[in-house]
């Protein structure tokens, strides 16, 4: 795009990508991100992670061979609204038979598309504890704009409470070590997960294995705790039989050093009684 060429101010267009790293070694491995954003002058959305770093620098997983790694890009472009509406037409910059067909969308379906978690909730009212919520609750909604689009018709303080409950759950499994599940933590990530289920009007299908995997985690933990002691009493123990063994050897060597030398002083040696008088005879 030349300069004479940039859009006007407040320019925005509606996009479905779908983004493919391919893993040369399995295709079945490779990685696709697949999403329908808006994106305009005022407003700036990033990406999210495809694949730990360490994964990626492994040449043995496939997705860099040979200092070379393949990314596919699908993407469909919309005009802006104004355009859309007077013409109706769709630009395309570049697709793919591969490409999900998004379908047709009612108008309520569009306008909420356009909408952000930050046109849904009041950043000011969340506490300091809550922000550190919001990047996390963003890089969900880009990945999965249903979140926003179930929201869009609810009160402030519905939805308020929804988001601020998805954060926690989010925070608990991006934060949270696995040793970090004791009762307490899970209880609170188990009521949480249940409210949301029940009331939030979320589709968190593709949450919930993850949620279940850490409630899972606090037998695991506990089981881990009873073993890793059990495995330092085997040690503390296998080292004091090695001291008592090492003893006894130290023991019997005493012992044939004693007998050798009694049977020296054995020979032609008479017992006699300490306890008898010594006594004497006047006549």
Same mark, same amino acid.
């Given at each position: ?87 109706? =037409?769709? #630009? %395309?910059?570049? +697709? ?7 379908? $047709?969308?009612?108008?309520?379906? !569009? ?106 985690? =606090?037998? #695991? %933990?506990?089981? +881990? ?7 330092? $009493?085997?040690?503390?123990?296998? !080292? ?44």
């Amino acid at each position: 795009m030349v300069a004479d060429s940039l859009p006007a101010y407040g320019w925005n267009r509606n996009a479905h990508f779908k983004l493919v790293l391919v893993n040369q070694i399995d295709d079945n491995r490779s990685v696709v991100k697949e999403t329908h954003q808006k994106f305009n002058g005022g407003y700036r959305s990033w990406g999210s992670l495809f694949v730990n770093l360490s994964d990626f620098n492994d040449s043995k997983q496939g997705y860099l061979v040979n200092n070379t790694c393949i990314i596919e890009a699908h993407i469909n472009v919309q005009a802006s609204q104004q355009r859309e509406s007077s013409n109706n =037409k769709v #630009h %395309v910059i570049e +697709t793919s038979d591969e490409s999900s067909p998004t379908g $047709s969308c009612g108008s309520s379906e !569009t306008d909420s598309s356009d909408l952000t978690l930050r046109d849904l909730l009041d950043l000011e009212s969340l506490r300091n504890e809550e922000l550190d919520f919001v990047p996390l609750l963003e890089e969900a909604c880009v990945w999965h704009p249903s979140l926003i689009r179930s929201q869009s018709k609810r009160t402030a303080r519905f939805k308020s409470w929804a988001f601020t409950s998805l954060g926690q759950v989010l925070h608990i499994l991006k934060t949270s070590k696995v040793k970090d599940m004791d009762e307490e933590t899970s209880k609170n990530l188990k009521g949480l997960w249940e409210e949301l289920v029940m009331a939030s009007g979320f589709d968190l299908a593709w949450l919930e294995p993850y949620v279940e995997s850490a409630l899972g985690m =606090k037998n #695991h %933990v506990e089981k +881990t705790l009873q073993v890793n002691k059990l495995k330092e $009493s085997m040690v503390a123990l296998d !080292t004091k039989m090695k001291k008592l063994r090492g003893e006894l050897v130290d023991a019997e060597v005493e012992f044939e050093e004693a007998k050798r030398a009694l049977d020296e002083l054995s020979k032609g040696h008479i017992d006699i009684d300490l306890n008898a008088d010594l006594c004497y005879s006047i006549y």
